[in-house]
Nanobody, 124 residues
Framework: QVQLVESGGGLVQAGDSLRLSCTAS????????MGWFRQAPGKEREFVAA????????YYADSVKGRFTISRDNAKNTVYLQMNSLKPEDTAVYYC?????????????????WGQGTQVTVSS
């Protein structure tokens, strides 16, 4: 079992930045691909970004490309999501997820473990 704990959410204004963190409970974290997803009120959960075990490969949703950056620190069992130039439409609960097979994918069904989520609210 892997526990994922997100932090760093909050209430910000449009144009501000936030950095989300997700820390895993197991040292085998370094073998996992990691992803960030989000779910806005009344909408389905959607892919945001993903990263492979080493950080050498990243994928982004078109809606966040150029504004968000996913990174990881395997020594700290932590994956980050740096969010810049935030927009009101970025308001959502953000979830991190672990893909224990190491595959960098956009499909949430492929992910094995999920965090509890952290709320990000962007005011206009």
């Amino acid at each position: 079992q892997v526990q994922l704990v997100e932090s760093g959410g909050g209430l910000v204004q449009a144009g501000d930045s936030l950095r989300l963190s997700c820390t895993a409970s197991r040292r085998t974290f370094s073998n996992y691909a990691m992803g960030w997803f989000r779910q806005a009120p009344g909408k389905e959960r959607e892919f945001v970004a993903a990263i492979n075990w080493s950080g050498s490969t990243t994928y982004y949703a078109d809606s966040v490309k150029g504004r968000f950056t996913i990174s990881r620190d395997n020594a700290k069992n932590t994956v980050y999501l740096q969010m810049n130039s935030l927009k009101p439409e970025d308001t959502a609960v953000y979830y991190c997820a672990a893909e224990t097979g190491g595959r960098v994918v956009r499909t949430q069904d492929m992910y094995d473990y999920w965090g509890q989520g952290t709320q990000v609210t962007v005011s206009s």
